[in-house]
């Protein structure tokens, strides 16, 4: 910024003041002219559409201009520097494509170069203001591609770390336990078909626990195979054509049947044996996910609920008076009592949902593909198991045990953290209220 620190101390004030008359002067319509233009292009308008984002976002864009016109080099920057660091951080949590904000930059410093033309001022004076805007705003957005870029390389490392942790279970574990879900479902097929089964219509296998598997745990485990992208295209076969032309009474449309299922089958195995470079990272107290984890797996969640129209919701959970069993029992038993209830989270919910030890006894869950009624059912579910099961401690009487849960469901905000704020302001009313219930908080 040549310019803005070389220049005399009259000749950028004076330019300073045009400015801010200008942008104080035309701010109404300077927001307007940026949402106007960005709503049209359709990669900008996805994360702008959502009623919260355009009233949030229109009152943060009002303050960053009016902040940008007030910043003065020869004072203290460090709050300034600060704020387009943390506006850079967030537009690489919401994967805003880097391109689109400068976009939106250039935009404004035509807008308000173009009110500087029309003041009408000497060569020089209209020099040394369009100078100056170019040089500040050129300055924040520095900051906020530095800061995007840092944050984006962290979030790559973080999630290829995830993925190593979840392949680091027993694989073996894994693999056959999704072998018998896919042929549980397969078996329930054929019973419907031969006039055993409970219902006469099966359900779609992309529906079944074993589709949500592929497509939620799996998509996350094996991002990029061709094997799985082959045992996907087979689901879709099979939900799209096996289904409708199974027929008892024809041998050959089961046997079609069966030899797609044990293609499946076969892809799955191979799928498992190109895992390598295992690693471990589980909570150790609790093998729940790390909390590290989270922005891998709600950030994709998100994005997948919005492109598939699908449901999303998270539970945050908090065991009640954890301090208070602390100072009564010892830590040991507190750590008892935490293990108890991840083992309790872990199998109330699918393969395909995600439990994380959010902190010291919380705990986040990530239901896919589940609505607001789904999850507040599972919800209520923990919260009576938890109350319902005594803690066993050796030689000492048995724990009771209850928890608060905030429910929220995905509404179509693109950040991640919206969401999970939402779910942590439900839980805190549920622990204000008298604790050990369930409440539901404003969508997300």
């Known amino acids: 910024m040549s310019f803005w620190k070389t220049s005399s101390e009259a000749t950028r004030q004076a330019a300073r003041g045009r400015l ?9 319509g300077l927001v307007a002219t940026f949402y106007e233009t960005f709503l049209r292009d359709e990669e900008a308008s996805a994360f702008l559409s959502h009623t919260v984002v355009h009233e949030r976002l229109s009152h943060s864009l009002r303050n960053w201009l009016l902040e940008l016109i007030e910043a003065d080099p020869y004072s203290d920057l460090d709050a300034f520097d600060k704020r387009q660091t943390k506006i850079g951080e967030i537009h690489a949590r919401l994967k805003i494509p880097n391109h689109v904000v400068m976009e939106g930059a250039s935009l404004l410093k035509t807008e308000i170069a173009c009110k500087v033309a029309e003041l009408d001022l000497d060569a020089l004076s209209t020099a040394h203001t369009l100078i100056l805007l170019d040089e500040i705003i050129d300055y924040a957005m520095r900051l906020m591609g530095a ?6 390389k962290r979030r790559v490392q973080t999630d290829e770390a995830f993925r190593f942790l979840s392949l680091g279970q027993d694989i073996n574990l894994e693999r056959e336990t999704q072998r018998a879900t896919l042929m549980e479902w397969s ?3 054929l019973f419907s078909l031969l006039g055993h089964g409970k219902n006469s219509t099966p359900g779609y ?19 990029g195979s061709p ?3 082959s045992i996907e295209k087979l689901i879709g076969e099979i939900d799209g054509e096996a289904l409708r032309s199974i027929d008892g009474s024809q041998p050959a449309s089961v046997a079609e049947f069966q030899r797609r299922i044990e293609e499946i089958k076969f892809l799955l195995n191979d799928l498992f044996q190109a895992a390598a ?16 984890f989270l922005p891998s797996v709600l950030g994709r969640e998100i994005t997948l609920a919005k492109n598939a129209k699908t449901p999303l919701s998270v539970l945050m959970i ?15 038993v507190g750590d008892i009592v935490l293990r108890h209830t991840a083992e309790l989270l872990l199998n109330a919910v699918r393969t395909s949902d995600f439990v994380f030890r959010y902190g010291g006894e919380e705990f986040l869950i990530v239901l896919v593909e589940t609505d607001g009624t789904e999850a507040s059912d599972i919800a209520e579910r923990i919260r009576e198991q938890l109350a319902d099961q005594e803690v066993s401690v050796r030689d ?26 939402a779910a942590d302001k439900a839980l805190y009313r549920a622990k204000n209220e008298g604790r050990n219930r369930i409440v539901v908080g404003a969508a997300g």
């Open 396 to 421: 000492r009487d048995a724990v009771s045990v209850t928890a608060s849960i905030g429910v929220a469901t995905y509404e179509g905000h693109p950040d991640y953290e919206y969401l999970v704020d």
């Open 147 to 152: 800061a995007y870029v840092s944050d984006t």
């Open 227 to 229: 094997i799985l992208t």
């Open 318 to 332: 908090d065991v009640d008076h954890f301090k208070a069993i602390n100072d009564k029992y010892g830590h040991a």
């Open 187 to 189: 078996q329930s097929v």
């Open 277 to 292: 470079s295992l690693e471990t990272g589980r909570d150790p107290l609790t093998r729940a996910l790390n909390r590290r």
């Open 20 to 28: 801010s008359t200008i942008v104080r002067q035309n701010i109404d």
């Open 205 to 223: 296998l992309a529906a079944s626990p074993f589709g949500l598997w592929v497509r939620h745990r799996a998509a996350l485990l094996f991002q």
